[in-house]
């Protein structure tokens, strides 16, 4: 990652400067003064359009030995230019036998942006990067398991406290979604609890996050059945990763927010005595499920952590999942999916963190009709729908489950991207932490 450091007097030795110079606002062209390259921001444009500029300038440097300066510019422009900076500056090379590192390796600030902004941009960089980290990561190298360990080692640097229930206890609270789920797979489940709780929290009621934490999805007996739909599948538990990130960053920043994050996770394959299409399941709170498909897998082990949220009783939950490809195919990879009971003006809170930070979410409805759509003839729920409206079925599934108000977030679009041409990363994007961080940090809950 870039390092920021903040100097009013020196300047580094090895100093490039762009300038950006377009008609339209969105190509730039660089070229070299005298002193090095130079940029500057074009009157008009928009902060997402600085993010994307720096992804330009990150891309351009990554090779070169040198620093970067950055002068003059307001503080909100500055800290956009960053922020792309930073997230651009991102690569997974963790399983290349001898990994290239990048050779621009630092940014001086010598605008309008403060110590503290520069270390809450490092922070929310390291927070996105570990999201990132562990959605690239393939299940050789990340089970439930693993995963849980990854959110222990998050909880001993940013200091809030992480137990992980394993198989035995799971089975104690019979937790039956997650069993069954996890059936099919010889790696035991985990259910990982995580809580920060600073002194002076703001908020009576905890707020609870769950992040559906699937470590790779093979569709289980009801096998995904279309060329390279597996291919991507390590990223199932991006949900997971996200609310682990977000209590990190939160607890790295000392928010005044008590957070409890809840994390079942485990692996979904069509191994051994894996759970069948047909089967009924008892769920933590003693719901019983009719499973037509092993795909609606993530619902499963929601459900039993939307459950398990009642005994904090929190102001509000929100959960996070890669849930449906109804999302994907409803909005595409440009925004997330949220709906639920919450009122109007957490939803509002949330759209507009999401249009800060460009993690946009559109809200979808959530009326009771929908219900019937998970009702079964043989048990209370059946795990899913019919052929429409499939992201907002399993949305009314997962709030059978949750007592407190409630916000879905389906990040099936934007959790995994392909190549793309800005900062926001190759495969894993971290989609989700960046809003609900300022969510979190702007709105007294």
């Known amino acids: 990652?870039?390092?920021?450091?903040?100097?009013?007097?020196?300047?580094?030795?090895?100093?490039?400067?762009?300038?950006?110079?377009?008609?339209?606002?969105?190509?730039?062209?660089?070229?070299?003064?005298?002193?090095?390259?130079?940029?500057?921001?074009?009157?008009?444009?928009?902060?997402?359009?600085?993010?994307?500029?720096?992804?330009?300038?990150?891309?351009?440097?990554?090779?070169?030995?040198?620093?970067?300066?950055?002068?003059?510019?307001?503080?909100?422009?500055?800290?956009?230019?960053?922020?792309?900076?930073?997230?651009?500056?991102?690569?997974?090379?963790?399983?290349?036998?001898?990994?290239?590192?990048?050779?621009?390796?630092?940014?001086?600030?010598?605008?309008?942006?403060?110590?503290?902004?520069?270390?809450?941009?490092?922070?929310?960089?390291?927070?996105?990067?570990?999201?990132?980290?562990?959605?690239?990561?393939?299940?050789?190298?990340?089970?439930?398991?693993?995963?849980?360990?990854?959110?222990?080692?998050?909880?001993?640097?940013?200091?809030?406290?992480?137990?992980?229930?394993?198989?035995?206890?799971?089975?104690?609270?019979?937790?039956?979604?997650?069993?069954?789920?996890?059936?099919?797979?010889?790696?035991?489940?985990?259910f990982t609890i995580a809580e920060y709780k600073p002194k002076n929290a703001k908020n009576k009621q905890p707020i609870v996050l769950v992040g559906k934490g699937v470590v790779y999805d093979t569709g289980g007996l009801s096998l995904k059945p279309t060329a390279g739909s597996m291919d991507t599948m390590k990223g199932d538990m991006a949900?997971?990763?996200?609310?682990?990130?977000?209590?990190?960053?939160?607890?790295?920043?000392?928010?005044?927010?008590?957070?409890?994050a809840l994390l079942p996770a485990t692996d979904n394959r069509p191994g051994g005595n894996a759970y069948a299409p047909g089967d009924v399941i008892t769920m933590f709170d003693g719901t019983t499920v009719e499973v037509l498909n092993t795909d609606a897998e993530g619902r499963m082990i929601l459900a039993d952590a939307l459950a398990y949220s009642k005994k904090y009783n929190p102001s509000l939950v929100i959960d996070a999942a890669t849930l449906t490809g109804a999302a994907l195919r409803a909005i595409g990879t440009e925004a997330s999916i949220i709906m639920g009971n919450a009122d109007d003006h957490i939803f509002d809170a949330i759209q507009r963190s999401g249009q800060a930070v460009h993690e946009r979410v559109v809200r979808f409805p959530f009326w009771d009709d929908y219900k019937k759509h998970m009702k079964s003839k043989i048990a209370d729920l059946k795990n899913i729908g019919g052929p429409n409206a499939g992201m907002i079925s399993a949305g009314k599934f997962l709030e059978h489950f949750v007592s407190a108000p409630y916000v879905h977030m389906d990040i099936a679009g934007p959790a995994w991207l392909d190549a793309p041409e800005n900062y926001k990363g190759d495969g894993g994007t971290g989609a989700g932490v960046r809003m609900l961080y300022h969510f979190l940090k702007t709105n007294n809950i």
């Open 1 to 190: 990652m870039l390092v920021l450091t903040k100097k009013s007097k020196n300047s580094p030795k090895s100093v490039v400067r762009f300038i950006a110079k377009s008609e339209n606002g969105k190509d730039f062209e660089y070229y070299k003064s005298k002193e090095g390259f130079e940029f500057e921001i074009q009157e008009g444009q928009t902060l997402e359009q600085i993010r994307i500029h720096a992804h330009s300038i990150e891309k351009h440097l990554h090779d070169v030995q040198t620093s970067l300066l950055l002068e003059n510019g307001n503080t909100e422009e500055a800290y956009a230019l960053l922020e792309g900076l930073l997230l651009s500056s991102y690569r997974f090379t963790q399983h290349f036998s001898k990994p290239e590192t990048a050779k621009f390796n630092e940014v001086v600030v010598k605008a309008a942006v403060t110590q503290a902004q520069i270390t809450e941009l490092e922070n929310i960089a390291k927070a996105v990067f570990k999201t990132r980290d562990l959605v690239n990561t393939p299940v050789s190298h990340l089970n439930a398991e693993q995963l849980a360990h990854a959110v222990v080692e998050m909880g001993k640097e940013a200091h809030f406290d992480v137990k992980v229930l394993e198989e035995t206890q799971i089975e104690t609270l019979k937790m039956g979604g997650l069993l069954a789920v996890n059936k099919g797979s010889i790696d035991q489940p985990t």
């Open 239 to 260: 949900g997971a990763a996200t609310m682990a990130a977000v209590i990190y960053l939160a607890a790295l920043q000392k928010l005044p927010v008590h957070i409890v």
